[in-house]
């Protein structure tokens, strides 16, 4: 599987398989990480050189962490494939300005409404969490603005395409 973690300015390939390899921008590695003593704590043999990891999930930001090597702290995010795509498709497709329907993008049950009129979100802001085929999708903000109106709420169901609320 490939990830690609970002760090300051710099992104970096990786590939990883089951057999202990990694590949790194196309150098190979032999790798080996386990977890020890506590959650964050981890044992990692990178060339048969050993280091301790701390890895720390920034609360913040999502798929972003802190990660402690031989006393330095680097902030890193973390996409897989899929992700990354998305995030660079998401990039070129800016919202317009004014006013905005966030609507239905399949049909279900809506589990809990996050936001009220006259409430300023950011940008990916969690709006609300709509259940459907047994699953929880949690519908963010596409940009920042102000709720202007909420047309549903909790245990509702929703149809394909019906909006659900609109920003300004």
Request: aromatic letters at 6%.
């Given at each position: 599987?490939?990830?690609?973690?970002?760090?300051?300015?710099?992104?970096?390939?990786?590939?990883?398989?089951?057999?202990?390899?990694?590949?790194?921008?196309g150098i190979e590695l032999a790798a080996d990480m386990k977890a020890i003593g506590g959650?964050?704590?981890?044992?990692?043999?990178?060339?048969?050189?050993?280091?301790?990891?701390?890895?720390?999930?920034?609360?913040?930001?999502?798929?972003?962490?802190?990660?402690?090597?031989?006393?330095?702290?680097?902030?890193?995010?973390?996409?897989?494939?899929?992700?990354r795509r998305l995030a660079l498709v998401d990039r070129n497709l800016k919202p317009p300005d004014g006013e905005l329907t966030v609507k239905a993008p399949i049909p279900g049950l809506v589990v809990k409404v996050l936001v009220?009129?006259?409430?300023?979100?950011?940008?990916?802001?969690?709006?609300?969490?709509?259940?459907?085929?047994?699953?929880?999708?949690?519908?963010?903000a596409p940009r920042a603005g102000v709720i202007h109106d909420v047309r549903v709420e909790t245990r509702m169901l929703v149809t394909l395409g019906q909006v659900m609320l609109t920003l300004r």
């Open positions: 599987m490939k990830y690609y973690a970002t760090i300051g300015e710099q992104t970096y390939e990786i590939a990883i398989d089951h057999h202990g390899r990694i590949v790194i921008d959650r964050h704590l981890y044992s990692l043999l990178l060339e048969n050189a050993s280091h301790e990891v701390v890895l720390d999930p920034d609360t913040e930001q999502r798929n972003v962490y802190g990660v402690m090597v031989s006393g330095l702290r680097y902030l890193v995010k973390v996409q897989d494939e899929r992700s009220a009129p006259g409430q300023q979100v950011v940008e990916g802001e969690p709006l609300l969490i709509l259940e459907a085929m047994k699953m929880e999708n949690e519908l963010r």
